[in-house]
């Protein structure tokens, strides 16, 4: 993570799936290619090893294509016929097998294959917001574009007695009842020794985030309502982390 004037500059190399190897093949041909203009010139410039669909389609749901004009959900529907057409070519020329007839239907005018290696991305509309946003927390670990919460601030601030990030604070309370409000972003189910489910669920608002044990008897009654995404209103007792235990 770099800092740029009053942004973060944000790591490929912390993408899910996104490895050394990756960012290398990509910083290489930056050398030799001029930026790319679209996603099928990205992936004529790049070196085999970035042509992995796992990877490319890590690299769509993070966002790393949107400067170049096409919406995630258009690259989902082609990325991956496009890698298997690319893959091809580039095997064949590190083999020493270009394709003669390449160059003669990729400049037609009405060549079946060039249209087809050349094939526009489609112009579907973008993904509804939540699913946007789920998948970028899917591959970077936080919203970066945006944050599903935006526009409910005064939902959240109407049904809590105080922030997240106030409980955390030093002169925070340390003890007692308190209702927070919030979106779940993880859960982790437990199980007692007498076979009695719980539950740890990470709850964030719009500056931070906290831990909540929810215990068998809270949590049966509710447990087909919870899941990641869902919004929540939580009294619950305070307790501090001993952190030397």
């Known amino acids: 993570f770099t800092p740029v004037?009053?942004?973060?500059?944000?790591?490929?190399?912390?993408?899910?799936?996104?490895?050394?190897?990756?960012?290398?093949?990509?910083?290489?041909?930056?050398?030799?290619?001029?930026?790319?203009?679209?996603?099928?010139?990205?992936?004529?410039?790049?070196?085999?090893?970035?042509?992995?669909?796992?990877?490319?389609?890590?690299?769509?749901?993070?966002?790393?294509?949107?400067?170049?004009?096409?919406?995630?959900?258009?690259?989902?529907?082609?990325?991956?016929?496009?890698?298997?057409?690319?893959?091809?070519?580039?095997?064949?020329?590190?083999?020493?097998?270009?394709?003669?007839?390449a160059e003669f239907f990729g400049a037609a005018d009405d060549g079946d294959a060039g249209a087809l290696a050349a094939s526009p991305v489609p112009d579907l509309p973008e993904w509804e917001k939540m699913t946007r946003l789920a998948f970028e927390r899917e591959m970077l670990g936080l919203y970066v574009s945006d944050h599903p919460l935006n526009g409910l601030?005064?939902?959240?601030?109407?049904?809590?007695?105080?922030?997240?990030?106030?409980?955390?604070?030093?002169?925070?309370?340390?003890?007692?009842?308190?209702?927070?409000?919030g979106m779940i972003t993880g859960i982790q189910r437990k199980q007692t020794k007498e076979g009695k489910v719980?539950?740890?669920?990470?709850?964030?608002?719009?500056?931070?985030?906290?831990?909540?044990?929810?215990f068998n008897k809270a949590y049966t009654p509710v447990a087909m309502a919870l899941g990641t995404d869902v919004i929540v209103r939580i009294r619950g007792r305070l307790r501090e982390r001993d952190e030397s235990v």
């Open 198 to 214: 719980w539950a740890i669920l990470t709850v964030e608002d719009l500056d931070a985030s906290i831990e909540v044990m929810v």
């Open 5 to 101: 004037g009053s942004d973060v500059r944000f790591g490929l190399g912390a993408i899910r799936n996104v490895g050394n190897n990756v960012v290398g093949g990509i910083l290489a041909s930056r050398e030799d290619h001029p930026p790319a203009s679209d996603f099928n010139e990205f992936l004529d410039h790049v070196p085999a090893v970035v042509c992995n669909k796992r990877v490319i389609e890590s690299l769509i749901k993070a966002g790393a294509f949107d400067s170049m004009g096409h919406t995630r959900r258009g690259l989902m529907e082609v990325f991956e016929t496009k890698v298997d057409e690319v893959l091809d070519l580039k095997r064949n020329a590190e083999r020493g097998q270009d394709d003669l007839f």
């Open 153 to 181: 601030e005064h939902v959240i601030a109407a049904n809590r007695d105080l922030g997240i990030q106030q409980l955390l604070a030093e002169d925070g309370p340390r003890e007692g009842q308190v209702t927070i409000c």
